[in-house]
Nanobody, 120 residues
Framework: VQLQASGGGLVQPGGSLRLSCAASGSDFIANVMRWYRQAPGKQRELVAG???????NYADSVKGRFTISRDNAKNSVYLQMNSLSPDDTAVYYC???????????????WGQGTQVTVSS
């Protein structure tokens, strides 16, 4: 399973960005999909997650500003980020927990990361 993330960039404080991540491969079923981020000098942290049924959870720091969504038919997950602040500057990673049919087990996969920089 390969995850391809896109949509990062430079944005001014108060601005918005939309991240996308598509999972590709064969013989898998995407389960929970998540976004993490890692700022310089800090540990990677969970930003938001979404189940196949659309149940979501968010880090307290992004509640009310970020919205996670997914398209199960496209094996894709999105992160709409509004009211961005410099504290949101980080590399954002998508993560998918996928059921691998040939191995009959769940495995975790990571995208390559996309840089989000919030600065004036």
């Amino acid at each position: 399973v390969q995850l391809q993330a896109s949509g990062g960039g430079l944005v001014q404080p108060g601005g918005s960005l939309r991240l996308s991540c598509a999972a590709s491969g064969s013989d898998f079923i995407a389960n929970v999909m998540r976004w993490y981020r890692q700022a310089p000098g800090k540990q990677r942290e969970l930003v938001a997650g979404i189940t196949t049924g659309g149940i979501t959870n968010y880090a307290d720091s992004v509640k009310g500003r970020f919205t996670i969504s997914r398209d199960n038919a496209k094996n894709s997950v999105y992160l709409q980020m509004n009211s961005l602040s410099p504290d949101d500057t980080a590399v954002y990673y998508c993560n998918a927990n996928a059921y691998i049919l040939v191995r009959r087990r769940y495995e975790d996969y990571w995208g390559q990361g996309t840089q989000v920089t919030v600065s004036s």
